[in-house]
């Protein structure tokens, strides 16, 4: 049979079949023995040179990575501008803080690179699956290629924050170096560690939030948050195996054990009293536990970061070589539902049901079985779209004179080759452009287009299937129909309307079926295409615009979608469609073609008759063109012969025949009559009426209540955002609370590590839930662009509906956290109103954080920008927040910061409430600074503070107002108000979907 096929073969083709069969040279005749191709060494050498070129061409991302570290240097830099020199315990502890924030911030830097990472994972695998290299020459090629990364982000960020901060120059600046050594290891040990957490997890949420989730264990226990003799027994265990410790007490005894600090104790310094054998800077790390000798303080620190990351390197190769990702798209709900059999409702045989049935155009709509429709003839005249390109003078035109019509009961096809302008056109002509400069007319009905009410009368049907992962097919039609069919429509009619349609589109037998992850565990490619014409189809639209609607089908699922399009023409509707090179059966089912060549021109537009005569017939006509085969796909014809076929350059200028055609003619006297009909007003009546119905389909009330209901059921459904923050709350506040358990604050170490709980309580639940809805609302921004396109509701509803449906979660969430939290640790808990209090601040600030967090998502192109900004505002606003820098200690120039900061009125009103003692009844009434002045007080006093009041210590350092409470409750409020407004004008000012 082969042979055969050989001998009837001719040219070419059967030279290169009788050819024998080369003999492979000796150097590649054994090269399927062996596993790899390459050797180690050219291997490491090769996946190396292409991991440097990776990492150099993301300009974008690295570029935004040593910005932030600058902006967090200069502004960590001037904020603590030459902390003074002195023995002064409040001097010192904010060059503690330094030491803190700089772990810190590299550490959580780290955390930016996973999207990155698992981006990069996902080549890897399958390279790897086809053995282009060995696992440990990709590691290692990552480790080298983020080595350098590293070194000039010390470079940026440590010369900043150390000598703009006035940070020891003793030993002509020797522990300079030590600073930037212990710094350049505990960057990379955290980028290392980030990179075995994404090459252990299977999607980008879980990795960031273990990552974050293990940073925010490793900061509670690094020896700042709670002294080591503080920690409870249970707990010490994670002191001593948390890296960010190590980290952290490398840079502050590289600090303190410094010959600046060398001054022997005497008694006037409260902190040496006792420690007389000491100098200043022990005598102040005694106070905290960390260690007094430079051996243990900083060199053996530093020799178990680098044995971290030697630790870290040795599991991501294990990780890497061994671990393999299914790649993983579903929603949780989908996921839960996957082996889940929708409720069906079988039809009553297969019979092919016709809109002529379902929708009643305008001539029989006093029939009450369906809704009336008008319809409308589309035209469009000269049509010239034009782009302007940076760097050129002169705009590209993509199309160019293009003329038309789709009239009521047809179908028009809009094909040509790739780039030849068929998406363009179907944009331009439905309103759907929003960038570049249109010239032409286009007509409804011979009405000029108002894109206010011609999008009430169309429909769009877009290449991808944008949809809400968590509803059903059902609720989606419900949703469009309620907001896009005429406002008198009963709720009887419109839910008839949505039965015929879904028995129309063949849905009705998965109508309960949760959307999902299309392809993955959700509705198939074809049912997705198919709800996405259901969609626009509920509208009710007279014309109907959809793009390439059988891509990605097989020839099954284009077969059911094309029976269903030719349905909805045959109920009197203009359809328009692009279409890719359609099989010779789904090409007979239009009934006009408009075919462009490159540059956006008309190489014909008509009809394409019964098995496509009147289109062969033309290009038949055409001197020199070859004619269309009898076993030949007309479609696939066409296409080769104006050259847009593979391979295939045009046999004629097409273009310019379709103007000299009589074809031509025949059109242009109809085009002429249309502008006839738009120059004399008179006539514009002749081909329906002009479409006036503006604004939306329903009333303000019904938009508002419509799609806030389907934001709390997608919060329901979503189980692994909406309920998995409340599991991460109860098992942080057990964390923090058996971490704080009934902590006393009867000394410095008490005092600051109860201070401690309240900032990492605070901090770690607002962010936490800032950076979870990111993504959730960057996900769901696609869908809205679709359905503002066809104005659906006002952009204030769909922003409002986030918030709305956040707070219910927002309140829960943060009351779990509080209640095991602070319960545990012993604070607010005197009375039900002094819990209820500290839960409302609280509640009031993981709400703000979190509209931030909406805003930031709805103001920023994608949720990679917008998790690299957060962390920088929330750094800013902690530092701000007179925890770090007490408020008098706060240069005047960043003051300002200080007075527009949420976390400072949040940490001011819960610290008051926590080391809050009532002076102004007996026996506290007559308390002074003076320690002997009420000894009947029960307020707590401070030991190693000459027996001086907490709440004293903690009002003068930290500037607390304990009567401001409920004023800054206020204050809180109107934060959130502002970042509600915010979102809503950042929605609607940031436009991200160019087209």
């Known amino acids: 049979m082969a042979s055969e096929k050989v001998q009837q073969a001719v040219g070419n083709i059967r030279l290169q079949l009788e050819r024998p069969l080369e003999q492979a040279p000796p150097e590649t005749a054994n090269i399927f023995d062996n596993e790899y191709v390459q050797d180690g060494y050219t291997s490491i050498k090769v996946v190396m040179r292409r991991q440097f070129t990776l990492t150099l061409r993301s300009k974008s991302f690295l570029y935004a990575r040593m910005i932030q570290l600058a902006i967090l240097g200069i502004f960590t830099g001037t904020l603590f501008y030459q902390v003074p020199t002195t023995s002064d315990r409040a001097d010192m502890d904010l060059r503690k803080s330094l030491a803190f924030l700089a772990a810190m911030t590299l550490s959580l830097n780290s955390i930016s690179q996973i999207p990155v990472q698992l981006d990069e994972r996902t080549v890897f695998e399958k390279q790897y699956s086809a053995r282009f290299f060995r696992p440990y020459a990709y590691l290692l090629a990552c480790t080298l290629s983020q080595i350098p990364l590293t070194l000039v982000e010390m470079v940026i960020y440590t010369p900043l924050v150390y000598f703009l901060t006035g940070l020891t120059l003793a030993n002509n600046g020797a522990h300079y170096i030590t600073y930037a050594i212990a710094a350049f290891l505990c960057a990379n040990t955290f980028a290392m560690f980030t990179r075995f957490a994404a090459s252990l997890c299977h999607t980008k949420e879980s990795a960031s939030g273990i990552s974050g989730l293990c940073i925010t264990f490793f900061l509670l226990f690094s020896g700042f948050l709670i002294a080591k003799n503080k920690v409870p027994d249970w707990w010490i265990w994670v002191y001593y195996i948390s890296p960010l410790q190590w980290a952290i007490t490398a840079l502050i005894c590289n600090e303190f054990l410094s010959d600046t600090y060398s001054q022997p104790c005497n008694n006037s310094i409260t902190y040496c009293r006792g420690r007389s054998d000491m100098n200043i800077g022990q005598a102040y790390l005694a106070i905290y536990d960390f260690p007094t000798t430079t051996l243990r303080g900083y060199w053996v620190p530093v020799l178990v970061l680098f044995f971290y990351y030697w630790v870290l390197s040795c599991c991501c190769f294990w990780t890497v070589a061994n671990v393999r990702h299914e790649e993983v798209k579903l929603p949780s709900i989908a996921r839960l539902l996957r082996n889940q059999t929708a409720i069906s409702k079988p039809l009553e045989g297969k019979t092919k049901f016709r809109f002529s049935r379902i929708f009643k155009s305008v001539q029989n709509a006093n029939n009450d079985v369906g809704i009336k429709f008008e319809p409308a003839m589309l035209s469009f005249h000269q049509i010239v779209y034009e782009i302007k390109i940076p760097g050129i003078k002169d705009p590209r035109v993509l199309l160019s004179n293009v003329s038309g019509f789709s009239k009521p009961g047809t179908m028009t096809a809009l094909m040509g080759s790739s780039g030849a302008g068929k998406t363009t056109l179907l944009d331009v002509l439905a309103g759907r452009k929003t960038t570049g400069r249109i010239l032409g007319d286009i007509l409804a009905n011979g009405y000029p287009k108002e894109q206010e009410t011609f999008a009430r009368i169309t429909g769009y049907v877009e290449q991808n299937d944008i949809h809400t992962p968590f509803i059903t097919v059902r609720e989606s039609f419900q949703f469009s129909g309620s ?130 005569r009147d289109l062969l017939e033309y290009f038949h006509s055409r001197p020199g063109v070859s004619e269309c085969s009898a076993d030949q796909n007309p479609a696939s014809y066409m296409l080769e012969i104006i050259g847009a076929g593979i391979g295939h350059t045009a046999e004629r200028d097409f273009a310019r025949d379709y103007q000299q055609s009589s074809l031509a003619q025949q059109y242009r006297i109809f085009i002429k009559n249309l502008k006839e009909l738009e120059t004399y007003k008179f006539g514009r009546g002749k081909f329906g009426l002009e479409p006036i119905i503006k604004g939306y389909g329903a009333t303000y009330w019904q938009l508002c209540k419509i799609v806030t209901v389907r934001q709390f059921r997608t919060y329901w459904r979503n189980i692994s955002y909406s309920f998995g923050r409340m599991m991460l709350m109860i098992v942080l506040g057990l964390i923090l609370g058996t971490t704080y358990y009934q902590i006393k604050y009867d000394n410095i170490a008490g005092m600051s590590s109860r201070m401690g709980l309240i900032y990492i309580g605070v901090i770690m639940v607002g962010l936490t839930n800032a950076n979870n809805v990111i993504p959730q609302v960057n996900a769901e921004r696609v869908v809205y662009y679709r359905e503002r396109a066809s104005n659906m509701y006002p952009v204030l509803f769909y922003s409002m509906s986030w918030t709305l449906a956040e707070i219910p979660y927002l309140c829960i969430s943060s009351l779990l956290f509080c209640s095991i939290c602070f319960s545990l640790g012993g604070v607010a808990t005197d009375s039900a109103k002094i819990s209820f ?29 917008a998790t690299l900004i957060i962390p920088v505002v929330v750094n800013i606003w902690n530092m701000t927040s007179g925890f770090m820098i007490p408020k008098k200690k706060i240069p005047s120039f960043w003051m300002w910061l200080y007075w527009i900061n949420p976390t ?6 819960l610290a008051a409430i926590a080391f809050h003692c009532d002076l102004d009844n007996p026996p506290c009434d007559t308390c002074t600074l003076l320690p002997t002045s009420c000894p009947e007080c029960p307020c707590v006093r401070v030991q190693d503070q000459d027996n001086m009041l907490a709440w004293y210590i903690m009002k003068d350092s930290m500037s607390l107002d304990y009567t401001k ?31």
């Open 837 to 865: 209090e500290f839960w409302i601040i609280l509640c009031e600030y993981t709400a703000c954080i979190t509209f931030f967090g909406i805003f930031l998502a709805m103001m920023t192109p994608n949720a990679q920008v």
């Open 483 to 612: 907001l896009r069919l005429p406002r008198g429509t009963s709720a009887g009619a419109r839910q008839k309307f949505i039965e015929e349609v879904l028995k129309l589109l063949e849905l009705n037998e998965i109508e309960d079926k949760i959307v999902g992850a299309i392809g993955d565990g959700g509705l198939s490619v074809e049912e997705a295409k198919r709800l996405t014409i259901g969609v626009e189809l509920v509208a009710n639209p007279s014309i109907l615009f959809l793009d390439e609607p059988t891509s990605g089908l097989d020839s099954r699922a284009a077969q059911v979608v094309m029976r269903s399009i030719t349905n909805i023409v045959e109920s009197g509707r203009s359809v328009i469609c692009t279409i890719h090179q359609p099989s010779r059966r789904l090409f007979f089912c239009f009934s006009h073609l408009m075919l462009l060549k490159r540059g956006g021109e008309i190489a014909y537009f008509g009809p394409i008759g019964e098995q496509a």
């Open 904 to 909: 400072q009125f949040t940490l001011n009103s």
């Open 965 to 995: 409470r409920y004023e800054n409750m206020g204050v809180l409020l109107m934060f959130n108000l502002f970042f509600m407004i915010a979102s809503v004008f950042a929605l609607k000012c940031m436009k991200f979907d160019r087209r």
